[in-house]
């Protein structure tokens, strides 16, 4: 048994406009499902493939906070490409941010919510237009373990200070778990959805992510909600 990382789910107190702004920025098709939901994927896109994890963003009225703990790193070809990128991003509504990045080749944005992303100086392999998720964490080691372990993904890399993984197929967007020294104040805004496989059982899926670190959490929503074992939230959906 295993699961798929299928998407990332991102509060927003205003889904359609910052939806609108993320579909111009992917390059991606903006549909929405139920009224507080809009749903990103690649034109074309037959859903869950792992060549692509689709973006979901849920209505929240709660306001950004805290630097958030999972953000978008977005694919340039070219340092060029990255100041093209850059430039259109900021006339859509992009602003610079700083988190202490420093003297850095990629580039710290933040979308219209205030959410932070990146924007890398150079093609790490064809993902498309999101190069890579990353989560900040603790222990990258332990993070990569549970993550490799809970999903079908290969391990690329691993150090003391980051570790990353990518669907055993070879195509889209990196995983990678970067050490951080500020920790976990309040839930994730941004956190990752996963799913099992047609055919496999919802709650035997659950133990088993359970066994090997995972909680489960109640926050008064009829799905299946855990934290790894940072206590990084993430959605169990269901099997498909």
């Not at 507080?36 to 994927?41: A, I, R, S, W």
């Not at 190069?131 to 150090?159: I, N, S, Y």
């Not at 805004?189 to 670190?213: F, I, K, N, S, T």
Request: aromatic share 8%; glycine share 8%.
């Amino acid at each position: 048994m295993a699961t798929r990382l299928v998407q990332i789910n991102m509060k927003a107190r205003d889904e359609n406009a910052l939806g609108g702004f993320w579909a111009q920025a992917l390059g991606w098709a903006f549909s929405s499902e139920e009224p507080g939901v809009v749903n990103l994927e690649p034109e074309g896109f037959v859903y869950p493939d792992p060549v692509a994890v689709v973006v979901d963003l849920i209505a929240s009225p709660e306001p950004k906070t805290v630097k958030n703990r999972v953000h978008l790193d977005l694919a340039a070809t070219s340092a060029a490409h990255q100041a093209e990128l850059v430039a259109r991003l900021t006339e859509l509504g992009a602003t610079p941010a700083d988190v202490g990045q420093g003297d850095v080749p990629w580039t710290v944005l933040a979308d219209p919510e205030g959410n932070e992303f990146c924007v890398l100086d150079s093609l790490h392999g064809d993902t498309g237009p999101i190069a890579t998720v990353v989560v900040d964490c603790a222990d990258p080691r332990v993070m990569a373990r549970f993550w490799g372990q809970a999903t079908d993904w290969t391990l690329h890399k691993e150090t003391d200070d980051h570790a990353v993984l990518r669907s055993a197929t070879g195509v889209g967007p990196y995983l990678q778990f970067l050490r951080v020294p500020d920790v976990k104040t309040t839930w994730n805004r941004v956190h990752l959805d996963v799913r099992p496989y047609p055919g496999d059982d919802l709650a035997a899926e659950a133990a088993r992510l359970q066994a090997l670190g995972a909680t489960a959490l109640d926050v008064g929503v009829p799905w299946t909600v855990l934290a790894d074992p940072e206590g990084n939230e993430f959605c169990l959906l269901t099997p498909a």
